[in-house]
């Protein structure tokens, strides 16, 4: 056999690196099962396995979710009976009913109207627009998916800025170096006729070619700037996304995990619910999208002023043309239909009844019944669950009493056929598998024995703690999915919080809210990739956005939690709700430290 080019060789190990790590990665954590006490050491070993499968995607991620149903009952974890439920638990409910909601706004086009409608009132001058375009994808993302978000909102977005700049091949022709002779060519057939008027006077030969480098360089500048704007606006769109997202418990699936885990760790706690979150995160969200919409602005020229002032006749004709897409596009809907007025109708009921179920601060209306009975699942369920009878036409009792009247089906607002292919049902098992981890977790004793570990870390003061968690998540949620990220470490830090005896939402809340901060690379989120995938951005523009991002959204989440956070769920005090857990931690962590030290 002849011997094997290095180059192609390491092109083959790329190639099946999925099957070598499905492979290799139970054989290589293999030791942790000798140097961990028993119990311990095997949970650590099934919670490590899906890092691993989860963050490489050596599986699909729904698949690697699974696998607590087949672990933890044949490694003498958990018995089947109490993994399985948690593939189900009311929170998963939640989430559903929220998913099903939004199928129903997508399926009536309700929210095309609002992204265009929110773009005509703040208008077609590209600083503003970039702000438009950022409170409408961050509205919609708190309850759409932020996938469905960004790939709605883009194509919006490409077709305004070819009515502001024109054609984008043009404008990239215009960017290239004058110096290349055939650049020159290219560019003189995109001068302005004036210009082109003012270049062509015979008698002054010198001073022509001088006017005419001046003017391509001023073409050039131009061009340049306005490229600069068309990634400022791709760029928004999908950090918009992620940051609303933030701001509903059903707005990004790590929300719910933190519900489901203190359910979990904390039966007790019954501080965060629908409305409590969103008092909390709504203002965190708003001061995150401002102050990333100053950043991206200034970084891709929103801010100059003659972005917001029209010095020249061209530009005030490019916006009026873009004012005119918008406004023909909004024409093109027509009158609100009766559909979509039943599903604002409903979404707004739905999200007034999650708001006031318990909002904490004054008495819900869950008081009317037993204590405890009534979740913000029962609601979202309730109100779903008319979706799928309510019509979608106007009913007339006239047609009962006109024999003349043709029978016309009878189509509700939702069909379950529609909500079936809209609902990403591995996102619901991805779920399912976090609130199995963190049930293998804690019956193990696997998170006591993580935190008799971190013990040195109580000397770190709470709030410097705080910064480094959420610049921990934020950093590892760009190189994996924030929904494993937060499965993964929420056991972890509520464990950290216990043993060093600082309310365990103090630390939950900034990891929870930081995992959806994931701006720096492509791959970090869908609607990052979405946006790259249009071809007009670079890896370094979003590096170099997403990098002043990232540390903008850690010190938004620490100013939260350490001024209406801390007095919202009394961060400032150790709480009854954690005491139980915390005295029986300790009688397992006498039982672990008997074992070898790992």
Same mark, same amino acid.
């Given at each position: 056999?002849?011997?094997?080019?290095?180059?192609?060789?390491?092109?083959?190990?790329?190639?099946?690196?999925?099957?070598?790590?499905?492979?290799?990665?139970?054989?290589?954590?293999?030791?942790?099962?000798?140097?961990?006490?028993?119990?311990?050491?095997?949970?650590?070993?099934?919670?490590?396995?899906?890092?691993?499968?989860?963050?490489?995607?050596?599986?699909?991620?729904?698949?690697?979710?699974?696998?607590?149903?087949?672990?933890?009952?044949?490694?003498?974890?958990?018995?089947?009976?109490?993994?399985?439920?948690?593939?189900?638990?009311?929170?998963?409910?939640?989430?559903?009913?929220?998913?099903?909601?939004?199928?129903?706004?997508?399926?009536?086009?309700?929210?095309?109207?609002?992204?265009?409608?929110?773009?005509?009132?703040?208008?077609?001058?590209?600083?503003?627009?970039?702000?438009?375009?950022?409170?409408?994808?961050?509205?919609?993302?708190?309850?759409?998916?932020?996938?469905?978000?960004?790939?709605?909102?883009?194509?919006?977005?490409?077709?305004?800025?070819?009515?502001?700049?024109?054609?984008?091949?043009?404008?990239?022709?215009?960017?290239?170096?004058?110096?290349?002779?055939?650049?020159?060519?290219?560019?003189?057939?995109?001068?302005?006729?004036?210009?082109?008027?003012?270049?062509?006077?015979?008698?002054?030969?010198?001073?022509?070619?001088?006017?005419?480098?001046?003017?391509?360089?001023?073409?050039?500048?131009?061009?340049?700037?306005?490229?600069?704007?068309?990634?400022?606006?791709?760029?928004?769109?999908?950090?918009?996304?992620?940051?609303?997202?933030?701001?509903?418990?059903?707005?990004?699936?790590?929300?719910?995990?933190?519900?489901?885990?203190?359910?979990?760790?904390?039966?007790?706690?019954?501080?965060?619910?629908?409305?409590?979150?969103?008092?909390?995160?709504?203002?965190?969200?708003?001061?995150?999208?401002?102050?990333?919409?100053?950043?991206?602005?200034?970084?891709?020229?929103?801010?100059?002023?003659?972005?917001? %002032?029209?010095? !020249?006749?061209?530009?005030? #004709?490019?916006?009026?043309? =873009?004012? &005119? @897409? *918008?406004?023909?596009?909004?024409?093109?809907?027509?009158?609100?239909?009766?559909?979509?007025?039943?599903?604002?109708?409903?979404?707004?009921?739905?999200?007034?009844?999650?708001?006031?179920?318990?909002?904490?601060?004054?008495?819900?209306?869950?008081?009317?019944?037993?204590?405890?009975?009534?979740?913000?699942?029962?609601?979202?369920?309730?109100?779903?669950?008319?979706?799928?009878?309510?019509?979608?036409?106007?009913?007339?009792?006239?047609?009962?009493?006109?024999?003349?009247?043709?029978?016309?089906?009878?189509?509700?607002?939702?069909?379950?056929?529609?909500?079936?292919?809209?609902?990403?049902?591995?996102?619901?098992?991805?779920?399912?598998?976090?609130?199995?981890?963190?049930?293998?977790?804690?019956?193990?004793?696997?998170?006591?024995? %993580?935190?008799? !570990?971190?013990?040195?870390? #109580?000397?770190?003061?709470? =709030?410097? &703690? @705080? *910064?480094?968690?959420?610049?921990?998540?934020?950093?590892?949620?760009?190189?994996?999915?924030?929904?494993?990220?937060?499965?993964?470490?929420?056991?972890?830090?509520?464990?950290?919080?216990?043993?060093?005896?600082?309310?365990?939402?103090?630390?939950?809340?900034?990891?929870?809210?930081?995992?959806?901060?994931?701006?720096?690379?492509?791959?970090?989120?869908?609607?990052?990739?979405?946006?790259?995938?249009?071809?007009?951005?670079?890896?370094?523009?979003?590096?170099?956005?997403?990098?002043?991002?990232?540390?903008?959204?850690?010190?938004?989440?620490?100013?939260?939690?350490?001024?209406?956070?801390?007095?919202?769920?009394?961060?400032?005090?150790?709480?009854?709700?954690?005491?139980?857990?915390?005295?029986?931690?300790?009688?397992?962590?006498?039982?672990?430290?008997?074992?070898?030290?790992?």
């Amino acid at each position: 056999y002849a011997t094997m080019d290095p180059a192609k060789f390491s092109r083959k190990l790329w190639g099946a690196r999925k099957q070598l790590i499905l492979m290799l990665a139970p054989l290589l954590l293999l030791p942790l099962l000798f140097v961990v006490p028993p119990k311990e050491g095997k949970c650590l070993y099934v919670v490590l396995l899906m890092a691993v499968y989860w963050c490489t995607e050596a599986l699909p991620l729904a698949v690697t979710a699974m696998l607590p149903v087949c672990l933890f009952p044949t490694m003498g974890i958990l018995p089947s009976k109490k993994v399985c439920p948690q593939y189900f638990l009311e929170t998963n409910f939640l989430f559903l009913s929220g998913l099903v909601m939004a199928s129903a706004i997508e399926e009536c086009g309700l929210h095309r109207r609002i992204a265009l409608k929110v773009l005509k009132i703040v208008g077609v001058k590209p600083a503003w627009l970039i702000l438009g375009m950022m409170i409408t994808s961050s509205f919609l993302s708190m309850w759409l998916s932020n996938t469905a978000t960004t790939a709605m909102m883009l194509p919006i977005a490409n077709a305004i800025l070819e009515s502001l700049f024109g054609n984008l091949e043009t404008l990239k022709e215009n960017c290239k170096d004058k110096s290349d002779p055939e650049g020159d060519s290219r560019v003189k057939m995109h001068v302005l006729p004036c210009e082109k008027q003012v270049l062509t006077t015979e008698n002054t030969p010198d001073w022509t070619d001088r006017s005419e480098q001046k003017n391509l360089e001023e073409v050039r500048r131009e061009a340049e700037y306005q490229m600069k704007v068309w990634k400022g606006f791709l760029i928004s769109i999908p950090y918009a996304a992620s940051i609303g997202g933030t701001a509903t418990l059903t707005g990004t699936a790590p929300n719910l995990i933190l519900v489901g885990q203190l359910k979990s760790y904390f039966p007790e706690c019954d501080l965060i619910n629908f409305g409590s979150w969103f008092v909390f995160a709504f203002p965190l969200m708003l001061i995150f999208l401002i102050l990333g919409w100053i950043w991206i602005a200034f970084l891709y020229g929103g801010l100059n002023t003659r972005l917001c %002032i029209s010095k !020249h006749d061209e530009r005030a #004709a490019a916006e009026a043309k =873009a004012k &005119a @897409v *918008i406004d023909e596009d909004y024409k093109k809907l027509g009158p609100i239909k009766f559909a979509e007025g039943s599903i604002t109708f409903l979404f707004i009921i739905f999200a007034v009844l999650l708001f006031t179920r318990d909002p904490k601060f004054v008495n819900g209306w869950s008081v009317f019944f037993t204590k405890g009975y009534v979740s913000d699942a029962v609601t979202g369920v309730i109100i779903i669950s008319i979706l799928f009878f309510f019509p979608s036409q106007c009913p007339s009792l006239r047609w009962w009493f006109d024999s003349r009247a043709s029978n016309t089906p009878y189509v509700p607002l939702l069909s379950w056929r529609k909500a079936q292919e809209s609902v990403p049902w591995n996102i619901i098992l991805l779920l399912g598998g976090g609130f199995a981890m963190a049930k293998g977790c804690e019956e193990s004793g696997l998170a006591v024995w %993580i935190g008799n !570990h971190l013990q040195p870390l #109580a000397q770190v003061p709470p =709030a410097v &703690a @705080v *910064i480094f968690i959420t610049a921990f998540i934020a950093c590892f949620t760009e190189f994996a999915s924030n929904t494993a990220t937060i499965i993964i470490f929420l056991p972890v830090i509520a464990e950290l919080a216990i043993r060093v005896n600082v309310n365990p939402l103090y630390f939950m809340i900034p990891a929870t809210t930081g995992c959806s901060y994931a701006f720096m690379l492509p791959v970090s989120t869908p609607p990052n990739s979405i946006a790259f995938a249009s071809g007009h951005l670079m890896v370094k523009d979003m590096v170099k956005t997403g990098f002043v991002m990232n540390i903008l959204g850690i010190l938004c989440v620490s100013l939260a939690v350490n001024t209406w956070g801390l007095h919202m769920f009394n961060l400032h005090t150790y709480p009854d709700w954690a005491r139980p857990l915390n005295a029986s931690s300790a009688t397992v962590a006498t039982h672990a430290i008997c074992w070898p030290p790992s």
